[in-house]
Nanobody, 121 residues
Framework: QGQLVESGGGLVQAGGSLRLSCAASGSIVSINNMGWYRQAPGKQRELVASITNGGSTNYADSVKDRFTISRDNAKNTVYLQMSSLKPEDTAVYYC???????????????WGQGTQVTVTS
């Protein structure tokens, strides 16, 4: 079994920056793709950014050139550096990771508990 724990959310003014972290722990054989999703009140959860084990990245159009996703494989951690934040970035941000937890089973998607990001105008 694997677990994901996010940190780094908070309240920030428009134009400011925040850095989110997500650390995986527990039984981990390997981690494939990792990513960040967000969900604003009354809206569906959406993909913000993803990163492969090899470091290839993908971003939603709304955050491209403002957010940067990265990972530290030695620490089993994925980061989301958020700059030039806008009020519309306000949401609960969730980490996910495709984790193989045992040699005998296939990998599966794990989710963190979420961390609140609030951007004021």
């Amino acid at each position: 079994q694997g677990q994901l724990v996010e940190s780094g959310g908070g309240l920030v003014q428009a134009g400011g920056s925040l850095r989110l972290s997500c650390a995986a722990s527990g039984s981990i054989v390997s981690i494939n793709n990792m990513g960040w999703y967000r969900q604003a009140p009354g809206k569906q959860r959406e993909l913000v950014a993803s990163i492969t084990n090899g470091g290839s990245t993908n971003y939603a159009d709304s955050v491209k050139d403002r957010f940067t996703i990265s990972r530290d494989n030695a620490k089993n951690t994925v980061y989301l550096q958020m700059s030039s934040l806008k009020p519309e970035d306000t949401a609960v941000y969730y980490c996910n990771a495709d984790i193989k937890v045992h040699y005998a089973v296939t990998s599966r998607l794990h989710w963190g508990q979420g961390t609140q990001v609030t951007v004021t105008s």
